[in-house]
Nanobody, 125 residues
Framework: QVQLVESGGGLVQAGGSLRLSCVAS????????LGWFRQAPGKEREGVGC???????NYADSVKGRFTISRDDAKNTVYLQMNSLRPDDTAVYYC???????????????????WGQGTQVTVSS
């Protein structure tokens, strides 16, 4: 059984930082593209960042220069370091895994095969 479990969310003031973690079980993370997505109330799920099996990354324009995705396959874990947080970053953040060995990744939710349950990030002004 595949499980992705996110942690690290919380309440932070604008300009602050958070680090999200997502531990995968039931899959070998080194065989999967890993990604972070978010969904705010009343909005569709949108891609934040993804990282391929070779370390290639892709970010949404809204987070470039502020967020960094990384992976530790020895720990089956993907991270999202979020700096300079803004109130419009408030959302439930989900990690996903895509069964892909491609060197590049795309921020398309429909391509991802497995999802975590989400962790709330709230940024106050």
């Amino acid at each position: 059984q595949v499980q992705l479990v996110e942690s690290g969310g919380g309440l932070v003031q604008a300009g602050g930082s958070l680090r999200l973690s997502c531990v995968a079980s039931g899959i070998t993370s080194s065989h999967h593209t890993l990604g972070w997505f978010r969904q705010a109330p009343g909005k569709e799920r949108e891609g934040v960042g993804c990282i391929s099996v070779t370390g290639g990354t892709n970010y949404a324009d809204s987070v470039k220069g502020r967020f960094t995705i990384s992976r530790d396959d020895a720990k089956n874990t993907v991270y999202l370091q979020m700096n300079s947080l803004r109130p419009d970053d408030t959302a439930v953040y989900y990690c996903g895994a895509e069964d892909s060995l491609l060197r590049q990744c795309l921020l398309r939710p429909k391509k991802f095969d497995y999802w975590g349950q989400g962790t709330q990030v709230t940024v106050s002004s």
